[in-house]
Each structure stands twice: as structure tokens, then as C-alpha cells.
């Protein structure tokens, strides 16, 4: 987004509010009245064609009459009459307009019919356009709040550092008053409605540069235009602007209410995972974590990535206190280790017997100034921790000058203390929140920022080749599948091609005898393979049963041929290889544990494509079914080296825009030093099938 | 507990304060001054010997001296002193001592050493001992403090119905405060502490008669004596009055802190929850949701067992906002369904065009009172939903009073409304807790607590024969194992023993022959199992490698002999099917996915024995390997009602307190119609193995 637009948008010098009503009790007089009340500087143009004024100002027949042509105009009208303003506005040389109405995508055919004429509208014009669904934005550094977000009439909310952007637009008020209520202050929010032109990422990255915007709150119900996210986060990440985001979604309930709520495509909420992750956006959970985790993401070192999972130190005098919150990093995979003997004895030197555990737990001996500052103190020199918690108990309602003074003494040391404080203690919360330190005031949320910090990794600024158009693709027959394969430097069994008559290669035997042809996905489910052919002499039967069940079930079929392939009988146990482009997110790399535990399980591990060695490791260690190829019970260990080169080899394609998807569905993996063998592929690239 | 201790503990006429110390600035003296500015009326001693007086009271030089023996004693001395203080309390006629020290079976050697010493105390002078790790406790009805704690030196503490028991002696304080700052008001607390000898169940028990108590609310570290929890959540469901709980250890790494940190056993987390739920009790695992749900489950009915999930609808200004409690209902399996059609016309009627989906979302028109009113009238009246809850958006705040009064005015209807407000709104919090509806302020405990309470099963009190003692104890051979399954009504494949020089019947080939004795727990790992015979004449070779094998791996083995067992060649699939008495919760009945899926997943389901069949097909619905038992791929659907059945019949163990443990691996589940039958099972029975 260019500076001018950027302006235009989140500063503007003059503004039309069209659809202004005069009637103090609608809502559509709101903005009006807030913009007014909120101190904004610039022009304000109320167009009403029915009135002569609006709140002691002149109102105006139209966008036309106007004596210049504002910067930024919000329209309040109903979606057809809103369609014509933009067009309009966009004639009349307005910059951007923000669209309130709802009515568009999400309305079945009428509403796509609107989205289309939207679309030209501002196409035709040259204006961009904010929404539809979008309920206003707010630059209150500017003293701008175009809204009628009821959160927003009332006084004397004060700036702060944080940008908030929400595809939800009443979201944008809760998160306004319930981050006042915590001490969180706002440069912006801004409701982005259904992305039609502007999007998130674009609206997001036009906010970079300003140098009062510390760092971004994201509320999501799904992902648009992924690469303009990602430029937007790793902008973000340059200038150490960290990113935190709710996404809804996890529940499959709720996935299909971000569907229909807000018309775009819901993903799979594994996948949005993985887009945030590969972006450095720190993804919560929780209400409250989005709220509360900004101090620690401010502060938190990156963390490079690590040989271990994260580790947590925990300090405190309330054991209960603490094991809610240990629970709660439990569950999220964050480790929480006790003091070690060197440690350990540096807290005993402060005359406290620490009993061995996951916990450090000084009880009421903790109390005493010296005693909590001395065992903090121990515990941040280790270099056991990314992080050191402590959680303080009732001393820090009765006594929180004593309770909190050993935390703040400290500072933030390296940002690598938090507090979680357990009993209701406004006083000590607000000591520690203007110290700095990053404080919570709920096991769940606690758990759930710390979890989210400690898993950032670095953005990636990716750029890949621009993907070929799918349409129309076609899937490789299965022997240019292998030799895409080949090319990638991924193993197949052997495999030949046989005409009817031909003698196959007694090396490929026993053998697998499957029809070959491109565009068959599922050559089993239409008789296409038979399997346990022992030798050369049962291969013509195996053609002819493979011929007679094609002419059944798919008599259409045009096949090249069949293919003969190697039985592997040695393997240890199979999994399940994949890569697609993602219409929103682009290239991702997958595996799966593969028979029965794919689709009964879903025991997969998604990443942005491309990856390395490690993150294919990493990727390994998610699934549940690796078990089972480590040893289990007497089998002997997989080649997981071997998969983890096939993982990245595949990643790779992110590099060769024409491939489009591409399946390797078994990967037989074989003992240790044998390797990983594809034995059927489906990919599916770019371009007609010639 | 007889009301004479009951009202010793909860309202005792005197009190003896051991180990108060004069010394303001000593945690020591807290207890005296909480108990005298809290206007305790009773007698208060405090015992020092050391002092002449303490905070203007005579202090005593010790228990014996005393005028009177008082009720209840606090002993504040360190772990060894206190036992000859509770010894000496006994002698003196207290009906109750609280122990404060630590110290005790959680610390190795020496506390298991003091543990004793403290039981002996108790047993031998007939006093009952509180503790250790006692903080206190309070009735605050009866201006009764006697804590430590420093959340009880507030002035004002206003009383109210809950009662809260916590195994944390720390939180008792946290949840205090925090439910002040909720309007949650106690009536009680008290830190249970070690419980040596009074436990948890048993204390709660004696206040089941307290009119003042409406429900409770408890704070889990493990769970110790079943037995006493039990008959006082039955006790407090014939009352009507509620029990909630949140139990830590929902993961690992907490279930191990909560066996460091209390001494006690940490039973499995499922184990935990399939005793509350038997009990009625309604566990959470959100703080927020602990102090918060207290008005939902007051007043919701209690489900009748449902033939469906339970079901809940969402009527919302604020799209946003409600996707986030249905994203969260949705994790903990709780349906939330769109109006029906009738519904859906009966809100339309109001003016509103709700578009068809999961929830009812009449955006910025439901902020008008008759159209919100109007909506949720429709919704309450339609029998598709347990629950109606209403999501308000940024209008609570700016007009509470127009924002919740339709939902003030529907009041608490039949206890199937409740609210979750997204903005911060303090006023429209306060006033909806005044009007009795039951109010959430995060998405996350609002879910939490409706799970909890529309998961509710009724409190089962059960009288089962009690469990006798498992040591000594032997495991059957496997033909009494059938045997006694055979009288429970379980199927097994047929079966027979075989001397080495026997012909066994053709009938039962092809076939395992196995190695049979008493106390053989694992007859593969020791190669005492041969499988694939294939006819009686291949009988004495197997029967040699069976010997053979045997002779290698477990010389000292005495065998009875051999059995021959048909193999099951027809099974859909496996399942693995037990039953064992938890010393602390009792007879529990497990069915989990078979081979593999049970190592790798511990996909299991378990209750509380006995079951009837409903209860058995929803342990199955709950395996997430259920999907390969009902057709999966090209396979048949298995036998399920026989499923259904063997977990019944199995179940029923808990009426043979003879039975320790049983364990059928696998249960071969054949194809519909055609049962389930056991192929090998190892039950473990009370007494020596004669």
C-alpha cells in the first residue's frame, strides 16, 4: 500500500459520511457524532440528500456537490445504493471508501451479484474499497473514530502502541473496552469486513511505518489472501513489531460459522496454524491471551529455534496457584522443569528448603522480600529457561507493595519474567503492568501467551514463483508421477511399464500389476490394481483381470497401459506424503501416518512449503502413529532419515509453480538404511492433458 | 460425621490457638486476630507458653490448663511439636484439632515416620485430626476465621451459600477474593489439607445439613477416599444443592505435581472424571468457570439421560462474539444448532431476517428490546435446546439497562437461560447476577461451565460389597478365566485343555495353542503361545515348541498344562475390554481400541462399575476407533450390541468383591449378528493361588 493511501485511510484530511442520518436515536448517525466528539481535525461531509443538516452541519445533496473531494468517505447506506456511492466516490476522486452494508458474498446468488458490481465499481473508478461489513476504523492518535461502535462514544480513551485489525466488526468494541479494563491502549482498530479489495495483510502493512504502533492484535474468522499477510508480518517482524492473532476455528462447529458468518472459505484450521506459524504471528486461543500477551511478546526474546522444546521455570508461593497454571503448559506441550542442583543450592543459600520437583516452590518462607527476589534471581542466571513465572498468592491482594516489589526490583529481566498472580489483586496487577512485566491474571491465559511466545518462530519472507492457473490441470499417468519424483530425489519400488504380451522383468516380482493412464486417482477403487502377482507366468492373468474389472466399472478409461511394480514386504510401516497450493495461503507440504490411523485419525503434520531437514523432523515428531515405526514392539526402527529427505524433497515442489498437488499415498518405509519407497503417486499439474 | 464433631469443627464453641505467636509481624499471630476482628462470639484460648499474653488475651502455658476442653484446636507448631500437641488435645477431651505443619508423608522417610506417629495420636485418644497442611477454615455465617490466610483480614466479607472445599490450602484464599470481585459469596471455606483422617468427602458431609449451604464448589488436587465423596455428593443431590469441580491433572506434567505436592496418589486423569461424573459432580477445568458456574448449575435442570448430545442455541448481536463461545462449545462436544424451521418464523414474526445457520444472529436490530425479547422467547419456547444463551455485544456497555433488560425480563426460565457478555460491562454483569441469570464474561468458562452442567449425570449411590483385600492375590489360569467369564455371560472362543500326548478335537483348528498356569500374566513374552495350527496332527510338534520355549524363558514356570483354543479368523476387529478396583475410587469398567490403536493412543472409555447398556454403547461411541467397528472401507459392521453386552457383564465384577482385576485382550468383535468373543483373558482374584 502506498504512503498516500496509507494516509488516506488511516489519516485523512477530510472525510464524507454518506448515509449520515439526523435522527440522534439511529444508528447511523453514530459516526457523525463520535467523529465529532472525538476531536477529528480534518473535514467531515455529511451527504443526506433528505436534510439540510446533520448535528449543527451542513449536509450534502450528494458526493458531487461537494466543494472538494475527501480523502476517505464510510458509506452507511444499504447495499445497493451503496454500490452506486462507491462508484460515485470513486468518480469524484475519493481515495477509499469504507462500505458498512452487509448483503454481499455471504447472500447466495444476490449477494454474489452485488460483489461483482461492487468489485467493478471500484475497478472502473480506481477508488479502493474497505468491506462490505465494515463497521469503521479508529486512528485515535489522529482523534479518528469513524464508527458507530457503540464501544467507541465513550471519552477519554487514551492512545497507546497496540493495532488491532478484526474480521469480526463488533469484535473491534469488546476488545476496545475489555483492553481499557487491563491497561491495553490502542493506536488503531480497524474492522475489516469481507476483504473485497482491501484485505487485512494489504490495510495492516499500509500501518507499518508509523512509529507510535508498537505492535498488532489479529482477530480472524479465516485467511484471505495469505501472501498479503505474510507480507504484512514479515514487515512486522522487521521492524520488531510482534503479531498476535485469535483465530476461530479450531472447533469443526466453528469453522463452519466463520463459513457462512463471513462468506469466505473456512480452512482447515491445521493449515491456518501452519500459515501464522511460518509467519511469526504469535496464534492464541484464548480471549484473554489475545488481550494479555502483548508485554511478553514485546519483550520475549525470538527464540532461535531450539534442540529442545521451551522450558519454563516456575517460582512461587502457592502450589495450587502454580499446578493450575502447570496444568494449563502441560496441555499445550510447554515443559516446565524444576530448579537444577546448581540452582537449586543458590535458593537454598537464601535459607529455603526447595523440595525437589517441577516446581519451585518457596510457600510462605516466599513471602519475604529477599527470599522471592534472591530464588528469582537463581533462576533467571539458569540456563535452563527460555522463561521464569512467577506465581504470587494471597500476599498479593493483602501486601501487593511486598508481594510484586521483588518482580519489579528485577525488571524484565531480558524478558524472560512473567507472573501469573492467582487471587483477585487489582493493585498488584497494575503495579506490575506499568513495571513492565509481562502479567496474567488467569492459569488459561497465562498458559495460553507464554505457549504462543515460546512456539514463535522467526517470519519467513518467501518469495516463491507465482503458481500456474489449475484450471485446467490434469493428474500424471503413475510412471511420470515417479519420474517427477525421481527429479525431486524421492525412491519408488521399481516399476516398469508392460504391454498384455509383454514378459515383465523377473526383478519386479512379486509384483503389483495396476493399470496405468493420466487422470486416475483411485486406480483400486475401479479394479485397477491386483497385487500379489508371484512371477512373470502370472502376469498375463493379472492383465486380464485388471482389464475385465476396468471394462466393468470403467469402461470409459483410457489407459496408456499397466504398470508393474515391486511388492515391498519388508516394510516397517507406511505413511502418507502430500503437497497442494492453498488458494489462500499457497504452498503446503504434509505427512501423514498412513492406513487405517490417516483416516480414522486425521494424524497428520502440515507446514508451509518449502521446509528443511529439521522442521521435516519436527514434523515427524507430531504424529501420534511415529511410534510405530521407532521399534514397536518387535518391529525393527524405520528409515525416518529417509522420509524426513523425502519430506523436504517434496516441499520443494513450492518451487515448480505448474505442480498443483501431489500425493505419495503409501510411503512404505523400510528398516533403518533402506530407505523410503513410494509405491503409488498422484500428481496433479497445470495445463490440459494434451 | 455426627452433628456433635460436625458442629465442633464447623461451629465450635471454643477454640485453642496452639503456637500463637505474639509477635504481630509472625504469620503466627494471624489466626487470633483474623478469628477476633472476624467477631467470633465463642471462647478463644491461645497457647504460648512463652508469653504471658497475647493481643490483650491471657495466653496459657499449655492445652492441660485450659478451664475447659475447647471444641476445635489450630495448632501452628512445626510438624513434631504439633504431634505431641494433638496427642495432648486428645487426652484434654478437643473433639477436633487443624494441623498446619508441612512436613508429613510428602517428605520421604521421616514424614512417613511423623505420619504414623499423628494417626497414632488420633486413634489412641479418640480425637479427630484435620490436616496436616491445614490452612484453616471459615464459617462465615458464624463470624468464624481460622486461617492464616491472608485474604481473610478483609473487612466486610459478606456471607452467602457456596461452601468450597480445596486440597490447595493457598487457593482457599485466591478463591475467596475472586469470587468477592464475581459476587460469588461463601459461606465456607476450609483447606482440607493431607487429610490423614478427616478427608475431603467426609468434612463436606458434615455441612450437608447447614441450611445456609446452597452448593459447592471444589478445588481437586488428586482424589482420596472415594467412598466418603461419594455418599456426600449423593448427600448433596438429594438436597438439591450442586457440587463443581475443578480437578487438576488434565495433563502429565500436573498429575505428577500433584503427587509431589500433596503426598497423596495421582490417579489417572480419566479416572478422576469418570468418578465425579458418577458422583453428579460437574467438574470444569477453567478457574473462571469454578466461581462462575455456580448460577447455571443451580438452576439448571438436571438432565434426564438424554438419547442425544446435549444441545444449545446461541442468539447474538455480535457475530464475532458468539463464534468465539461456539468455537469453545464446540471443542467440548456440545451441540449448538440453528432455530428449526418453526423457531426461525416465530423470530422472523419480529421483523428480523435471520439467515439460516448455527446460531441466531439478528446483528445490530437485536440491540431493539422487543426483537431481542421477542427472539429468545422463540428460542426458549422450542423444545430443541437444553440451554438458550444470549451473546451481547458492545450495547451492554454503552446501555446496559436496554441491552440485558429483555433477558432480566424472560428471567432464569426454567434454567434454560444464560448470558455471555463480549464487551467489558461491569453494570450489565451486576445486574444480571441480581436477577439470577447466570452470567460469563469469557468465552472460555462460559463453555466450560455449560459442558459441565449439561453433562451432568444424576449422583449414583452405590452400595457394593466391599473390595476384599488384594494381597495375596493370583491370576486364574486361562480356563478359569473363561470360566468366569462364562458365568458373567462374556463369549470366548471354544477352548479346551491338551495333555502333550492328547489328539485334541478337530473342532478347534485351526488353531493357538497356548501355555496354561496360574500367575502367567504375558504368555507371549515367555513363547508360550503358538499360533496357526493348523490340524490335530500338527498338535504334539507345537506342544514341543511351547515346551521349548518355555524351558528357555521361564524354567521356573509351573504349568498345568497346555490349551488349544480356535483361532478367530473372521474378526472385524479387536478391542481391548477391563475391569479393575481403583483403591481409591473403586470397581471401574474400561473398553479401548485394540493392538495397536490401544499402545499408541490409549484410546479408551471408562466408568464407574456397574453399567447398564446405554452406558456401554456411549463408552463406545467415545473410542475414536470405534469408526473401524462399523464399516470401514469394505469391511463388515461388527457385533456392537454384543459389545455392549460383555462391558455389561464385565461391569458387573463390582458385585464380586473377590474379583481384583480383570482383562480381556482381545475381545475378537465378529461380524454382526455372530458376538464377541474373548480370545484371552487374565483375572486376578483375592487369596492365595492353594
Redesign the interface.
Known amino acids: 500500500m502506498d504512503v498516500k493511501l496509507s494516509r488516506a485511510i488511516f489519516a485523512p484530511r477530510s472525510i464524507a459520511i454518506i448515509g449520515a442520518s439526523a435522527d440522534s436515536s439511529k444508528?447511523a448517525s453514530r459516526p457523525l457524532r463520535y467523529l465529532l466528539d472525538g476531536g477529528y481535525l480534518g473535514s467531515v461531509y455529511p451527504v443526506n440528500p433528505r436534510v439540510t443538516d446533520i448535528a449543527g452541519r451542513r449536509s450534502w445533496p450528494s458526493i458531487g456537490a461537494l466543494p472538494e473531494a475527501p480523502d476517505l468517505a464510510f458509506i452507511l447506506l444499504p447495499a445497493d445504493p451503496a454500490i452506486e456511492a462507491v462508484e460515485a466516490c470513486g468518480r469524484a476522486g475519493v481515495a477509499a471508501a469504507m462500505v458498512l452494508a452487509?448483503g454481499f458474498g455471504?447472500?447466495g446468488a444476490q449477494g454474489r451479484e452485488r460483489e461483482a458490481r461492487l468489485a467493478r465499481a471500484a475497478a472502473t473508478t480506481g477508488i479502493r474499497v474497505l468491506g462490505p461489513s465494515c463497521l469503521g476504523l479508529a486512528n485515535l492518535h489522529e482523534h479518528l473514530v469513524l464508527t458507530g461502535?457503540?464501544?467507541f462514544?465513550?471519552a477519554g480513551i487514551s492512545p497507546g502502541g497496540v493495532f488491532c485489525a478484526?474480521?469480526?466488526?463488533?469484535?473491534i468494541?469488546?476488545l476496545?473496552?475489555?483492553g481499557?479494563?487491563k491497561g491495553v491502549h490502542f493506536a488503531g482498530l480497524i474492522s475489516v469486513g469481507g476483504e473485497l479489495d482491501l484485505g487485512l495483510g494489504e490495510l495492516c502493512e499500509g500501518t507499518l511505518d508509523d512509529p507510535r504502533i508498537t505492535g498488532y492484535m489479529l482477530?480472524l474468522?479465516s485467511l484471505r489472501d495469505g501472501g498479503a499477510i505474510r507480507r504484512f508480518a514479515a514487515g512486522a517482524a522487521e521492524r520488531g513489531k510482534p503479531v498476535v492473532a485469535l483465530k476461530?476455528?479450531?472447533?469443526?462447529?466453528?469453522a463452519?460459522?466463520?463459513t457462512?458468518?463471513t462468506g469466505g472459505l473456512a480452512g482447515e484450521d491445521d493449515v491456518a496454524s501452519a500459515f501464522l506459524s511460518d509467519c511469526g504471528i504469535a496464534r492464541v486461543d484464548?480471549?484473554?491471551a489475545l488481550l494479555e500477551s502483548g508485554t511478553l511478546l514485546q519483550c520475549a526474546v525470538l527464540p532461535a529455534r531450539r534442540p529442545r522444546p521451551a522450558t519454563v521455570g516456575v517460582v512461587t508461593?502457592?502450589?495450587?496457584?502454580a499446578?493450575?497454571v502447570?496444568?494449563?503448559?502441560?496441555?499445550r506441550n510447554v515443559?516446565?522443569e524444576g530448579p537444577n542442583e546448581k540452582t537449586s543450592r543458590a535458593i537454598r543459600a537464601t535459607g529455603v528448603e526447595v523440595?525437589a520437583?517441577?516446581?519451585a516452590?518457596l510457600?510462605?518462607a516466599g513471602v519475604r522480600y529477599e527470599v522471592m527476589k534472591a530464588s528469582l534471581e537463581a533462576m533467571l542466571a539458569s540456563s535452563q529457561y527460555d522463561l521464569v513465572l512467577t506465581v504470587v498468592?494471597?500476599?498479593a491482594?493483602?501486601?501487593p507493595e511486598l508481594a510484586v516489589k521483588p518482580i519489579i526490583d528485577l525488571g524484565n529481566a531480558r524478558g524472560r519474567l512473567a507472573a501469573f498472580i492467582?487471587?483477585?489483586?487489582p493493585e498488584a496487577l497494575a503495579m506490575l503492568a506499568a513495571a513492565g512485566i509481562p502479567t496474567f491474571r488467569?492459569?488459561?491465559a497465562c498458559a495460553d501467551a507464554i505457549a504462543a511466545t515460546l512456539g514463535r518462530r522467526p517470519a519467513r519472507r518467501l518469495d516463491l514463483p507465482k503458481p500456474r492457473p489449475a484450471v485446467p490441470s490434469h493428474i500424471l499417468d503413475e510412471l511420470e508421477g515417479y519420474a517427477l519424483l525421481r527429479e525431486l530425489g524421492v525412491a519408488h519400488a521399481p516399476a516398469a511399464m508392460a504391454g498384455d504380451s509383454d514378459k515383465p522383468d523377473p526383478a519386479l516380482f512379486p509384483a503389483a500389476v495396476k493399470v496405468l493412464g493420466r487422470n486416475i486417482a483411485h486406480k483400486t477403487d475401479i479394479g485397477g490394481v491386483v497385487l500379489g502377482v508371484q512371477s512373470p507366468a502370472e502376469f498375463p492373468a493379472a492383465a486380464r483381470r485388471v482389464h475385465e474389472a476396468l471394462a466393468l466399472k470403467a469402461p470409459a478409461l483410457a489407459a496408456r497401459g499397466l504398470v508393474v511394480q515391486r511388492m515391498v514386504e519388508s516394510a516397517v510401516g507406511e505413511l502418507l506424503l502430500g503437497y497442494r497450493v492453498d488458494a489462500q495461503v499457497g504452498p503446503l507440504v504434509m505427512v501423514a501416518s498412513g492406513g487405517?490411523m490417516t483416516?480414522?485419525?486425521r494424524d497428520r503434520a502440515l507446514r508451509m512449503a518449502p521446509v528443511d531437514l529439521d522442521e521435516a523432523h519436527a514434523m515427524l515428531a507430531e504424529l501420534?502413529?511415529l511410534?510405530?515405526l521407532t521399534g514397536?514392539r518387535e518391529r525393527p526402527a524405520g528409515d525416518l532419515d529417509a522420509v524426513e529427505r523425502a519430506i523436504v524433497a517434496v516441499s520443494r515442489l513450492a518451487w515448480r509453480p505448474e505442480v498443483v498437488e501431489l500425493e505419495v499415498n503409501p510411503l512404505m518405509v523400510l528398516p533403518k538404511g533402506r530407505g523410503a519407497w513410494a509405491v503409488d503417486v498422484v500428481a496433479r499439474v497445470a495445463g490440459p492433458s494434451a
Do not use: C, K, W, Y
Not at 317 to 321: D, K, L, P, V
Not at 326 to 331: A, K
Open positions: 444508528t452487509s455471504e447472500s461502535n457503540a464501544a462514544a465513550e478484526s474480521q469480526s466488526g463488533s469484535m468494541g469488546a476496545l473496552s475489555r481499557r479494563a482477530f474468522e476461530l476455528g479450531r472447533s469443526a462447529a466453528a463452519e460459522l466463520a457462512s458468518h484464548t480471549l484473554e508461593t502457592t502450589g495450587g496457584g499446578a493450575l502447570v496444568d494449563q503448559l502441560g496441555l515443559a516446565v523440595a520437583g517441577r516446581i516452590d510457600t510462605l498468592g494471597s500476599s491482594r493483602l501486601q492467582v487471587p483477585e489483586a488467569t492459569p488459561e487405517v483416516e480414522v485419525l501420534r502413529g511410534a510405530l514397536f
